[in-house]
């Protein structure tokens, strides 16, 4: 072992260090040494043997000490060296470390889907392991479990399949759904991510294949947020699909039939609905890539029943209004300036108008929102869809779009239908927010448009995901606008050199900073709905978590490397949020009472104490599945 770890050390420094961290970890170990779980609550289990080591929540490999192996008869099943969980991290990344050199030359679509099966392999053995190399490595390795590479995940995921994770409701399944929900075998379900399929990032309709994107973003919630993984629970409903390709191929799994719609498709999801309910009624559920057809209606049909939310309604909407508040303060300007901004939106789908309104809101808030201000503040926008430029007189107008619709008479008057450079030279907006799904559509032309005498600091916002479908690179913003815009993005971009030791900040806009400490701070709160004013006071938080100096050179977002940190502040002002609105309830560890009488800094205490770190727990054989 040490001649092969030396030889390790050795290669790495050949590479630039790049394994050796992790080699050095494994080497200064004592292999000796079990991991100790003092401190950890025990578990009571009813298995023992092999059902243990084939159950990944209780799984600890070769980290189950001595005791374990003795009391629960796992004696001779495992190597007998007793290692840490420390070790296994370890072991972990050099396994990971000579993948990524025997792929480094290969396709980066192969590359990636065999970084994300090693990752998913660990998934499916050892849960608790999989999510310490998560949470240790969470910058590396959440564009691998979610944006960007999910969504090549989605695409083959028929093929990629190995083992279940989830549970996935069809339209054969209607009026079996209340007892189907019994099969799932953990007994407190905190959080639900559940889509149908239809609009999966920006790839389209991908039916049952969709499975991957409430499995990577409850991912997320445990590795940012702090949710039990014991204690989540990815849902896919499946009504069909539209894709020919999907109904064709062989290899697919879900219904081969076109996707239900009207009534049949609203009694599978009220079925749900009530389903997860009745087994878990304080359950969160996030609805996640519903087509836009649905997800508003959704959103508006269930909002002020269940404790649910939509992330891309309602995530991305306060992404974007941290970072539109972010931007406000790098130009110098406080955040309630925001009221101001004119913004250029491309994209008139779901996330697209869940930015809008909420943004619109934000700007109201400073005379109180009201009929009158939020009139005032929709003066603010200029959309465009795939038709160009939505104006009043547009035909057959979506109705969330409406209070939108531009005049076409008026000093910044354009005609329907308008195209975006002609929109952007007349407007000259503070923001250019892209949420169209259309890779590259701010060309040069477009981003040079953005440089004009109102604003000496404009904002790019290419939102949309995967990156393949962002608006535009940061490369190609900051060549075109220079060192001084703000760019943001939905999937990872590199930052620029912009020489002379200046840098150009790729801000990574991303729903991870947001949707897992809304999921926390409602479940601590246990709040009864999820509200707007629970949304405006998270992103309010996000926005303020970048010091002044770091606004001043661009950076409106936290380091990924922080995002447990973001997380608990954000958690931490939807509690207090939900207190202040009369909607907590609160838990078991703090009922209203308690959660009244916390200072905000107590607030934050008791979210940190609250979130789900991965260490191994005491195993204690009984007839029960409770911890004691």
């Known amino acids: ?104 030359d290969g396709e980066s679509d192969v590359r990636a889907l065999a970084q994300w099966r090693l990752l998913n392999r660990l998934h499916d053995r050892n849960e608790t392991l999989y999510y310490r190399v998560l949470i240790d490595n ?122 239900l719609e009207g009534e049949e498709y609203l009694a599978v999801l009220d079925e749900f609905m009530e389903a997860v309910y009745l087994r878990w009624p304080k359950v969160i559920v996030q609805h996640e890539d519903f087509q836009n057809k649905w997800a508003f209606s959704m959103l508006k049909r269930y909002r002020n029943k269940y404790r649910m939310f939509n992330d891309d309604v309602q995530g991305t909407a ?28 491309v994209g008139a789908g779901s996330a697209g108008l869940g930015v809008v309104n909420m943004v619109r809101e934000s700007m109201a808030m400073a005379e109180g929102v009201s009929a009158e201000t939020l009139k005032k503040a929709a003066e603010n926008f200029w959309i465009l869809d795939k038709e160009g430029l939505v104006t009043e007189e547009r035909k057959d107008m979506d109705p969330d779009v409406k209070d939108y619709a531009r005049s076409v008479n008026g000093s910044l008057a354009l005609p329907e239908g308008a195209a975006l450079l002609d929109v952007v030279k007349k407007v000259k907006p503070d923001v250019l927010l892209g949420l169209s799904g259309v890779g590259g559509i701010f060309n040069k032309q477009i981003l040079e448009a953005m440089k004009h005498e109102r604003n000496h600091r404009p904002a790019v916002f290419a939102m949309s995901n995967p990156t393949s479908n962002a608006e535009c690179s940061s490369t190609d913003c900051f060549k075109i606008l220079g060192g001084n815009c703000v760019f943001a993005s939905g999937s990872p971009f590199p930052d620029v050199d912009l020489g002379s030791g200046a840098v150009g900040k790729a801000n990574q806009g991303n729903n991870m900073y947001l949707f897992p400490g809304i999921g926390l701070g409602t479940y601590l709160a246990g709040a009864r709905l999820v509200t707007d004013g629970m949304l405006h006071a998270a992103a309010e938080r996000l926005a303020s978590m970048m010091s002044a100096e770091d606004v001043a050179k661009g950076v409106i977002f936290p380091p990924v490397t922080d995002i447990r940190a973001v997380a608990k502040e954000v958690g931490a002002a939807v509690v207090k949020a939900a207190v202040d609105e009369d909607l907590a309830e609160g838990t078991w560890s703090a009922d209203v009472r308690d959660l009244r009488a916390m200072s905000q800094d107590e607030i934050v205490e008791y979210v940190e104490r609250m979130m789900w770190s991965p260490a191994y727990s005491p195993l204690i054989y009984s007839k029960s599945k409770e911890s004691i």
């Not at 292999?31 to 243990?52: C, E, F, M, T």
């Not at 969470?138 to 691998?144: G, H």
């Not at 905190?190 to 149908?196: A, F, G, K, L, M």
């Open 1 to 104: 072992m040490a001649s092969r770890l030396g030889s390790l050390v050795r290669e790495s420094a050949k590479n630039g260090g790049r394994i050796g961290s992790w080699a050095r970890s494994l080497a200064s170990a004592d292999l000796s040494r079990a991991y100790s779980s003092l401190g950890n609550r025990p578990i009571l289990v009813d298995k023992r043997g092999a059902d243990i080591l084939h159950d990944p929540w209780l799984n600890k490999g070769t980290a189950h000490p001595q005791v374990e192996r003795d009391s629960l008869g796992m004696r001779g099943l495992l190597p007998p060296n007793v290692i840490s969980l420390d070790q296994q991290v370890a072991r972990f990344g050099l396994s990971f470390r000579s993948l990524e050199r025997k792929t480094k």
């Open 138 to 259: 969470i910058k590396e390795f959440a564009p691998i479990v979610y944006t960007p590479t999910v969504g090549l995940v989605c695409q083959n995921y028929s093929g990629l399949f190995r083992r279940t994770r989830g549970m996935y409701f069809s339209a054969k399944d209607k009026g079996l759904m209340a007892s189907m929900v019994y099969n799932w075998p953990s007994e407190r379900v905190d959080v639900i991510v559940v889509t149908d399929g239809s609009r999966i990032l920006g790839l389209g309709d991908l039916g049952v294949q969709g499975i991957g994107i409430p499995i990577g973003k409850l991912d997320l919630y445990v590795a940012a947020g702090g949710i039990n993984p014991a204690r989540v629970l990815p849902v896919c409903l499946d009504v069909g699909t539209n894709n020919t390709a999907l109904l064709e191929n062989p290899l697919y799994l879900g219904l081969r039939q076109p996707r």
């Open 318 to 345: 306060g992404v974007a209004l941290a970072g539109i508040l972010g931007s406000v303060r790098a130009m110098g300007r406080p955040m309630s300036d925001i009221s101001k901004m004119r913004v250029v939106v």
